[in-house]
């Protein structure tokens, strides 16, 4: 069956640390997966994405990388702050026609202590 | 100016009652979706809209029916309210029908509480 499964459903981490999230996907074959943050009381918010052929994509303190292979993308958020304290969500196009069908992870909530 | 607005905010009601959720964006976008929720915040896509035309249409209850009046308004009418419709709604919108370089941008979500 089709899965996308991020690793935890909570992480705590000390500022200034690197935060790495998780996202495995199951018999999905996206061309590009999305990464999105969510603050309790509001909707998603679109950070970053990436395509199958991209190894690597950065902005500022945030890296994400997809390896095809592993069925994979890791997440992560440099010299962290307490102000990165949220859910995040890995999301992939579910549908064989690009119709913007996504599908989400269930969301990994980060909390950062100062 | 918000982007993804939807009203109401929030909507308690009792079971059995017809509610309507609308939803508007001023981005300019051609696709919009609505989204469900649950209690443990896994989000899943009910619908979506291109330039008023149903795009996807996911196994939802025929109790909910989307309806596009223009390419920037979204709005989903449940009728028949049950308990496990409890639940916060998101409208995104997007730019053209695929997802790709074309994130989605959600509005603040509607808390649905049948009682």
């Known amino acids: 069956s089709q899965k996308i499964e991020q690793n935890s459903e909570a992480l705590n981490i000390q500022e200034g640390k690197t935060a790495t999230l998780t996202c495995n996907y199951t018999?999905?074959?996206?061309?590009?997966l999305q990464w999105y943050r969510q603050d309790p009381g509001r909707g998603p918010v679109f950070l970053l994405l990436i395509r199958e052929n991209e190894k690597e994509k950065r902005k500022e303190r945030l890296k994400v990388t997809f390896d095809t292979t592993l069925k994979q993308s890791l997440f992560h958020i440099t010299a962290s702050q307490p102000a990165d304290s949220a859910t995040y969500l890995c999301?992939?196009?579910?549908?064989?026609?690009?119709?913007?069908?996504?599908?989400f992870g269930q969301g990994t909530t980060l909390q950062v202590k100062p | 100016d918000t982007a993804v607005s939807q009203t109401p905010k929030y909507l308690v009601t009792q079971m059995g009652n017809d509610k309507s959720i609308k939803c508007e964006q001023n981005l300019g976008h051609d696709t919009m979706y609505w989204y469900k929720q649950d209690s443990k915040k896994f989000l899943k896509i009910m619908f979506s809209y291109n330039n008023k035309e149903l795009i996807i249409n996911e196994t939802v209850p025929n109790r909910f029916s989307p309806k596009s009046p223009d390419k920037a308004h979204l709005n989903l009418h449940i009728n028949s309210l049950e308990l496990g419709d409890s639940a916060v709604y998101f409208c995104?919108?997007?730019?053209?029908?695929?997802?790709?370089?074309?994130?989605?941008?959600f509005g603040d979500g509607t808390r649905l509480s049948i009682l």
């Open positions: 999301a992939l196009d579910g549908s064989s026609s690009n119709t913007g069908k996504l599908i």
């Open positions: 995104a919108s997007s730019r053209g029908t695929g997802s790709q370089n074309q994130p989605q941008h």
């Open positions: 018999n999905y074959s996206p061309a590009y």
